[in-house]
């Protein structure tokens, strides 16, 4: 019964741990479009670009391949260890779920990050990231800005 619950939290915490990978990487493209219009440096910090672009390459490569996420994979796992059938309803995973899984054809999902990873490089391009974008430089005889 313990060893249930602790995997049953433990499935709940990749549950959202998977939607703070999807709100970054969705997110994360709106921020950078808004942020650049707003004139917001941190939008183009060479780190968040690049962990950006990573999140989505990652999930466009793995999807071309025809691989489940492994996030997905683990959270099914850790609840079929809590003797849960995989997706099996709890409080957080029923509100969380529901925003992350949709019933769609495989190609309609590899389509969709394909579409989303493409305005994510082309965001790179039109809105370069910048070395040090996120710091505020002294200037010259003053204090920093």
Known sequence: MQDALIYRLLADAVLLVHLAVVIFVVGG??????????????????????????AIGFVVVQTWLGQH??????????????GQA?????????????VLFYDAPFWVFALAYTVFGGLVVAAWFYYPPRC????????????SA
């Open 132 to 143: 040090g974008a996120g710091r505020r430089h002294a200037r010259p005889g003053g204090p």
């Open 29 to 54: 493209l709106v921020a950078v479009l808004i942020g650049n219009l707003r004139h917001w440096r941190w939008v183009n910090a060479r780190a968040f670009r690049l962990a950006h672009l990573g």
């Open 69 to 82: 996420c492994p996030l997905t994979v683990l959270e099914s796992w850790l609840r079929q260890q809590a």
């Open 86 to 98: 995989p997706y099996a309803a709890s409080f957080i995973q029923h509100w969380v779920g529901r």
